[in-house]
DNA sequence: TCTGGGGTCCTAGGACCC
DNA sequence: TCTGGGGTCCTAGGACCC
């Protein structure tokens, strides 16, 4: 038989996650918002009902969270990383091959389980196990395909009669649930390809598997066309546990403040090029091009615009901040412009090596170990405690994000452990 | 006044080479 | 008057995801 794929899915996971350690909140209206406080990137459940929109902006709904005392939180992303290991840890403890989507959901490969279990019995004991062992509520879809496995998920959280566990194997249930499901809520379908679908006749999930596979390609692309393959029980898109190594790494950031002088951004891009290096030695890669852009903000009409970007290919890869550092430091002053608002900033790190694979070159400088030896005990040093840096970004500075209703760090931070009254 | 950040994949088009 | 064509590499931009 064909393969069976799991899709188990936090539910409102950055609100389950404050919940956790904020009992009284259960039931209350909440939600966390984006870095700089901008947008809501999390609701509860009364929140939903209440019609807020992933990604609204703040200052549209601020009477709504006044009118029903929406509690707030800025994004904990220390807390919320350190919760997802949990919960992938507990996957990883009852399925062979779990693949890890994203911070709040992962694929698990159930193929084979279907000849001696009940495959919804299994997602029913995938969901209380992570609910009893983490505290964090899922839920679980079940299918073919991994489109078809998003799907069977969006059900089983929007129909509440399913328990959060939908197994939707069966063809016939499949299109069923097609039908009632709107083009644009099929993986893989954007607002902008929705559109186009409704137009030309497209409404339901149901009328995209049952498209013409060439005259979507035709019309749309090979992407399309494979969704559709997907909801027809193809699989085209790999289950694929083994995540190749990223392919680019970018650090950006909005500013809280504006920043108008050539020193801040200076600054601002010394800080996002020394985190985007520690990522880099993570990947454990080497880079050789790094990219530097800068923009005003798209918001602000009234104010003259500027975005740019330049690039650089260094002489050779390197991970090491102090070269990196001095590059973006280069390629920052090629682009400023003075007099105008900048909003928004930041580093792209690309063309990677694995340094292991790498020949020495016949100009190897002299010192090179003494770099890595330094990098690594850098890492360590800023892992325990976020405090040695390199000296261009130790203060906090008035352009720094806003996170104005941030919780502790209750499970990375011995300062900020949970006190039991 | 106030609108996130970090990724991926695909395609089109230009530069360059033979 | 007639003014190649195909391959490859790179980049920019568009679309999507969470």
């Not at 709904?61 to 994004?75: D, V």
């Not at 084979?112 to 919804?120: A, E, R, V, W």
């Not at 950006?252 to 030695?281: C, N, Q, V």
Request: with cysteine; proline share 4%; aromatic share 8%.
């Amino acid at each position: 038989m064909a393969q069976v794929i799991a899709l188990v899915d936090c539910n409102n996971f950055y609100v389950s996650c404050e919940r956790l350690f904020r009992p009284d909140l259960q039931g209350v209206p909440m939600v966390v918002l984006s870095n700089n406080d901008g947008c809501a990137v999390a609701r509860s459940a009364e929140v939903k009902d209440l019609g807020v929109k992933m990604g609204v902006p703040r200052f549209q709904i601020e009477e709504l969270i006044e009118q029903h005392g929406i509690c707030t939180f800025s994004s904990n992303y220390t807390l919320y990383g350190d919760i997802s290991a949990r919960v992938m840890n507990t996957l990883e403890s009852i399925a062979p091959r779990v693949f890890v989507y994203s911070i709040d959901e992962a694929f698990m490969d159930l193929s084979g389980l279907q000849k001696n279990y009940s495959l919804l019995e299994f997602g029913r004991f995938t969901k209380s196990k992570v609910e009893k062992e983490v505290g964090i509520p899922v839920c679980v879809g079940i299918s073919t395909t991994k489109t078809l496995a998003k799907l069977a998920n969006q059900g089983a959280k929007k129909y509440h009669s399913t328990g959060g566990v939908v197994d939707l194997t069966e063809v016939k249930r499949q299109r069923k649930l097609m039908a009632m499901t709107e083009v644009g809520d099929v993986w893989g379908v954007g607002r902008r390809i929705s559109q186009r679908l409704e137009s030309m006749g497209v409404k339901s999930a149901l009328d995209l598997a049952d498209a013409d596979p060439k005259w979507i390609r035709k019309h749309f692309s090979v992407v399309l066309e494979r969704t559709v393959s997907e909801l027809n029980g193809v699989s085209c898109i790999p289950f694929d546990d083994t995540p190749p190594v990223k392919k680019q790494i970018v650090v950006s950031r909005s500013f809280g403040e504006r920043i108008t002088e050539l020193a801040a951004m200076r600054k601002a891009i010394a800080g996002f090029i020394t985190r985007a290096a520690e990522k880099l030695r993570k990947e454990g890669q080497v880079a050789q091009h790094l990219q530097v852009f800068l923009r005003t903000s798209p918001f602000a009409k009234s104010q003259p615009q500027y975005a740019n970007s330049t690039s650089e290919r260094l002489v050779e890869p390197t991970d090491d901040t102090r070269l990196l550092l001095a590059a973006s430091m280069r390629l920052i002053e090629r682009i400023w412009l003075s007099g105008y608002q900048f909003a928004k900033a930041g580093v792209m790190l690309s063309d990677f090596y694995d340094p292991k694979l790498q020949q020495q070159t016949l100009f190897c400088a002299e010192g090179d170990s003494r770099s890595e030896a330094l990098m690594t005990t850098l890492d360590q040093i800023n892992y325990k405690t976020g405090r040695v840096q390199f000296a261009r970004r130790i203060d906090r500075n008035p352009w720094d994000m806003k996170r104005e209703m941030l919780s502790p760090r209750y499970t990375t931070s011995w300062l900020e452990l949970p006190r039991v009254k």
